[in-house]
Structures are given as structure tokens and as C-alpha cells.
């Protein structure tokens, strides 16, 4: 059973850092786009980044561009979100998502729809 679990989610005041992490089990993510979404309340589920497993080729959507950096540390099947610089229109719950990548060819790391895992998401509350 493939299991995605987020920890590290708070409540930061504007400006502060927080990092998230996402613990992967039950499958192989050497071959994954390993995603991270959002979603604020009454919104969508948003975009914010992806990094591809192997390589370590990274995407992030424009709002967090500069501030937020994903990365993988392999030993720990982990990924981490680090969030910088945050702002409150950054509140939301965040997940993380993995799929293979043959699922993205064709398509982009920003859409749902490849991922096949999902994590259940931490909230992240940042206050002005």
C-alpha cells in the first residue's frame, strides 16, 4: 500500500520560514515527479511544485518562485518543501503527490491528474 505522509505544517507569522516534509512507503518513487499542491479555503487546489525524483529537476508555479524550494533526500524516501519569505496568501493545506513519470509525457508536472498518490496534507496558516 503506497502511503504519502506530510508533516511540518504550522502557524507562521508573515515573513517566516517553515519546512515540509513528505515521507513515501510502500513504492519505488525513483522513477516519480513527486508534486506539491494547495488548497486555500473556498479555492481550488492549486499548483506550487514538483521535483523529479531522479535528477532533481525542479518547477514551481510563479506565486512561490524565489521563495519556496523543493528537494529529496533519497536515504529518507523524503520530500521537503521549504518555504520562505511566507505571506499570508499562502494559507492553505498542502499535499504532497507522486506519479510516474511516463504519466506526464505529454502533460505537465502542474496538472492533477498524472499524480496517482496522494498524501491526506498539512495546514500551513500564516498569519500578517
Known amino acids: 500500500q503506497v502511503q504519502l505522509v506530510e508533516s511540518g505544517g504550522g502557524s507562521v507569522q508573515a515573513g517566516g520560514s517553515l519546512r515540509l516534509s513528505c515521507v513515501g512507503s510502500?513504492?519505488?518513487?525513483?522513477?516519480?515527479?513527486m508534486g506539491w499542491f494547495r488548497q486555500a479555503p473556498g479555492k481550488e487546489r492549486e499548483f506550487v511544485a514538483a521535483?523529479?525524483?531522479?535528477?532533481?529537476?525542479?518547477y514551481y508555479s510563479d506565486s512561490v518562485k524565489g521563495r519556496f524550494t523543493s528537494s529529496i533526500d533519497n536515504a529518507k524516501n523524503t520530500v521537503y518543501l521549504q518555504m520562505n519569505n511566507l505571506k499570508p496568501e499562502d494559507t492553505a493545506v498542502y499535499s504532497c503527490?507522486?506519479?510516474?513519470?511516463?504519466?506526464?509525457?505529454?502533460?505537465?508536472?502542474?496538472?492533477?491528474?498524472?499524480?496517482?498518490?496522494w498524501g491526506q496534507g498539512t495546514q500551513v496558516t500564516v498569519s500578517s
Open positions: 503527490a507522486a506519479g510516474r513519470i511516463m504519466r506526464f509525457y505529454g502533460g505537465s508536472v502542474s496538472e492533477e491528474s498524472p499524480y496517482e498518490y
Open positions: 510502500g513504492h519505488t518513487f525513483t522513477s516519480d515527479v
Open positions: 521535483i523529479y525524483w531522479t535528477g532533481g529537476s525542479t
